[in-house]
């Protein structure tokens, strides 16, 4: 099914490359004649990006500036971006495109009215390559302000191959069954799985995907804007079903004590690290950048995935995140901006990282054969598959001060439920005060 368009796309960027042409996937900012329409002038860019996610996205700045003539820059924020960014344009210092991780974060500025509209060719990219679904969480009523540049698949479970084999299991279709595999793993010498608790965005995931599959995409879409309330009998139901491994020693490496310790690199490396001591771990499939980068393991051999199973029947999750591209009123050069945007929107700029590892792209122009390996590119084409299906990460959908802040919040309750999975009932009611008060808060 692929080939005629990866024929397509080929054809088509040797036309770009030849004659400096608008082409397939949107425009590329490159003046006919081979001119740099932007040289002399430098585009500010701001994410949350480090270590190789900042390296790799600087090779895609790096093609922009050879197409274009501009320069670029580069700032990590950190996780607080909604801070450094405010402090910044307080400061006269606001940088020209922000990569923004959550929705509830573009929300905000959008509010604040320190975003600009993307440009029609920017849109016009979006509406042909993009499933309707990131539109949506890209605008903010009908303005679409951001471009999902970097997408993640949080609905992978990631396992060595020959801890499964060892144990006698194979990739379980359901949720029960995993929970019974587990058990099962554990009997041969291993833990089932290494959970992240120390960081509290895993947890929230965790709780995303067992909620999509057993609630439903319709009353996720509820939770995820408070208009169903974190009380509702489905977030009961979820969390009792969250706690039935959390509160299982033989399923958790090392019991909650251990996992309220582990981050997530650790709990990568309590799998693929030179001493294992879990046979999986569910995360999305960044999993696999730590897994080979860190630990040297050969993804499709060493490591590998199945799919978050369904739970109670439901449908198997397709669970995302990403970054947005935003262009900010306030940057010195926001028209620059507004063409890196543009180039960011096309197959070549995804193909730039997606060669380099560590990434998915939305954009269904973008060939699977791209992707450096097999792993990679069934991981791809799920997402895509997946379609208007996909449901984003819900605690980035939420308010930063209920969904994406550590220590308080969805992440720190989800810590507390980790600790003691008890009382689902209350911490549920937990949430819920939680929740009201920083949707009230954001107005």
Same mark, same amino acid.
């Given at each position: ?37 932007? #040289? ?24 922009? #500036? ?75 009523? #009908? ?160 490591? !590998? ?24 009123? !306030?940057?010195? !050069? ?26 998915? #792209? ?78 009230? !808060?954001?107005?």
């Amino acid at each position: 099914m692929m080939r005629p368009r990866i024929a397509l796309l080929t054809g088509c960027t040797a036309l770009v490359l030849a004659l400096g042409a608008t082409a397939c996937g949107g425009a590329t900012p490159t003046a006919a004649g081979g001119d740099k329409p932007l #040289s002399g002038q430098t585009v500010t860019v701001a994410g949350v990006w480090t270590g190789s996610e900042q390296k790799n996205f600087q090779k895609v700045l790096d093609a922009f #500036s050879e197409k274009t003539g501009a320069k670029t820059q580069f700032i990590s924020t950190g996780d607080n971006v909604s801070t450094v960014i405010g402090s910044k344009i307080e400061g006269g210092n606001a940088p020209d495109v922000v990569m923004v991780p959550q929705v509830g974060v573009l929300q905000q500025f959008a509010d604040k009215g320190w975003l600009k509209p993307l440009s029609a060719a920017t849109q016009q990219s979006v509406d042909a390559n993009y499933a309707p679904v990131w539109k949506t969480y890209g605008s903010v009523g #009908s303005t679409l302000y951001g471009l999902y540049f970097k997408a993640a698949h949080k609905s992978t479970v990631w396992y060595s191959p020959d801890a499964l084999a060892q144990a006698g299991v194979s990739a379980p279709t359901s949720y029960d069954q995993l929970l019974k595999d587990g058990h099962t793993v554990s009997d041969s010498g291993l833990a089932a799985f290494a959970v992240a608790g120390e960081d509290g965005w895993t947890l929230t995931d965790w709780f995303e995907n067992v909620y999509l599959s057993q609630a439903g995409p319709e009353k996720y879409d509820a939770l995820a804007t408070h208009k169903l309330k974190w009380t509702d009998a489905s977030v009961v139901k979820a969390l009792g079903t969250l706690g039935k491994l959390f509160k299982d020693k033989q399923l958790v490496a090392g019991g909650a004590s251990t996992a309220l310790n582990t981050d997530f690199p650790g709990s990568v490396e309590k799998v693929f690290g030179p001493k294992p001591e879990a046979a999986m771990v569910y995360e999305g499939d960044f999993v696999a950048g730590v897994a080979h980068d860190q630990f040297g393991r050969t993804i499709g051999k060493d490591a !590998n995935f199945f799919p978050f199973p369904p739970v109670d029947g439901g449908k198997a999750p397709v669970v995302s995140g990403g970054d947005a591209a935003v262009v900010l009123k !306030n940057g010195k !050069n926001s028209k620059a901006g507004m063409q890196l945007l543009e180039y960011l929107a096309t197959p070549d700029a995804a193909g730039v990282w997606a060669k380099a590892g560590g990434f998915l #792209s939305p954009n269904k122009a973008l060939a699977l054969d791209t992707y450096g390996d097999e792993v990679t590119r069934a991981t791809a084409k799920s997402l895509i598959d997946a379609g208007d299906s996909v449901r984003f990460d819900m605690s980035d959908q939420a308010p930063a001060a209920f969904g994406g802040t550590k220590g308080v919040g969805e992440w720190k309750l989800l810590q507390d439920f980790l600790r003691d999975p008890s009382d689902p009932k209350a911490t549920a009611a937990d949430l819920e005060t939680a929740a009201a008060k920083a949707y009230q !808060n954001r107005g």
